[in-house]
């Protein structure tokens, strides 16, 4: 009976430390708003979306994606712009309004994006944000291997780029890097609640006074 009830007492301790380790572990990354529920993000990856965004309001902006230059097919394009979108709603509670034309002109505001076989400058760069209206992103980027890809190499850097625009930085060198959207050349999609705190302070700034809606309408690609 004694060994019994020392071997159970045992077991509890160990569940008990098991659990304290991984609630230790868990805040580094936005877990509860990354991995919410339904969509896969990356083929061989286990992340996923949230079914509900990962703060509320949600804040929509514009964004014009110029894509004369593209050589990504259409269903593709609007697939990378997709799950795009569900990288910031699902994590930051942040819509992108997306509308695409074929020529240069800027709009007033939002973001302005232009995808790109090879980014003209500087060359050989996966993605470029040179200001709000001046975003760039490789058709097909070369991209390190990630715990939890997203699906679409595309998707990853164009989130990337505007995250940039939402005035975040870099993230690099740390464990956890490789998951990150903000690390550099990766295809990671996570955002750190301090990311998603910065990024949706500016939004608020950009986005559109009715804050009302909370999904995202499907990207409109011509």
């Not at 595309?154 to 998951?179: F, K, Q, V």
Request: proline share 7%.
């Amino acid at each position: 009976m004694a060994t019994k009830i020392g071997g159970a007492l045992l077991l509890l301790i160990w569940t008990a430390l098991q659990g304290q380790q991984t609630r230790t572990s868990a805040p580094s990354i936005s877990d509860t708003r990354a991995s919410g529920a339904s969509g896969r993000v990356g083929g061989g990856g286990s992340g996923a979306f949230g079914t509900a965004p990962g703060q509320t309001p949600v804040y929509r902006i514009k964004l014009r994606v110029h894509n004369g230059q593209t050589t990504l097919p259409a269903a593709e394009l609007r697939k990378s712009l997709e799950e795009m979108n569900s990288i910031w709603w699902s994590q930051a509670g942040v819509c992108f309004e997306i509308t695409s034309t074929k020529d240069d002109a800027r709009a007033r505001e939002g973001f302005d994006i232009w995808f790109v076989s090879e980014v003209p400058d500087p060359p050989g760069v996966n993605g470029a944000y040179k200001g709000d209206h001046d975003i760039w992103s490789r058709d097909y980027p070369n991209l390190m291997p990630a715990p939890h890809p997203v699906t679409q190499r595309a998707a990853r850097t164009s989130a990337h780029e505007l995250g940039h625009g939402l005035t975040l930085r870099h993230y690099n060198g740390y464990p956890e890097s490789p998951d990150s959207l903000m690390s550099s050349g990766t295809l990671g999609w996570r955002l750190h609640d301090f990311q998603i705190q910065a990024a949706r302070a500016r939004a608020q700034q950009k986005a559109d006074p009715d804050t009302t809606p909370t999904n995202c309408s499907a990207p409109q690609v011509n």
